[in-house]
Nanobody, 126 residues
Framework: QVQLVESGGGVVQAGGSLRLSCAAS????????MGWFRQAPGKEREFVAA????????RYADSVKGRFTISRDIGKNTVYLQMNGLKPEDTAVYYC???????????????????WGQGTQVTVSS
């Protein structure tokens, strides 16, 4: 079955950096969009970043643009989220997701994504 496994979360001070990884398996992802979402305590899950597996086209939430970078390693079936300049408001559980439908540009809605990882905790302290 399809499996998305996140790793790389942890505790970091404000201004620090983390790199999250998402190892994908169980299907061919070549036509997919891979996304990162996050959910803070008491908040709804929100879109963070996405990348089209084949073309590499990216899309970011305004709140992280310029600080976060999404990328993928095709050979390793892995997507990454490099997070720089972290802020306390970035504290959340971060989820990897896959949109299995072919699209022209990355989609941003929770309901657009078909597969989800279990999440990894990112805590940014001040």
């Amino acid at each position: 079955q399809v499996q998305l496994v996140e790793s790389g979360g942890g505790v970091v001070q404000a201004g620090g950096s983390l790199r999250l990884s998402c190892a994908a398996s169980g299907r061919t992802f070549s036509s997919d969009t891979m996304g990162w979402f996050r959910q803070a305590p008491g908040k709804e899950r929100e879109f963070v970043a996405a990348i089209m597996w084949s073309s590499g086209r990216t899309r970011y939430a305004d709140s992280v643009k310029g600080r976060f970078t999404i990328s993928r390693d095709i050979g390793k079936n892995t997507v990454y989220l490099q997070m720089n300049g972290l802020k306390p408001e970035d504290t959340a559980v971060y989820y990897c997701a896959a949109d299995a439908h072919f699209t022209i540009i990355p989609r941003t809605g929770l309901n657009d994504y078909d597969y989800w990882g279990q999440g990894t905790q990112v805590t940014v302290s001040s």
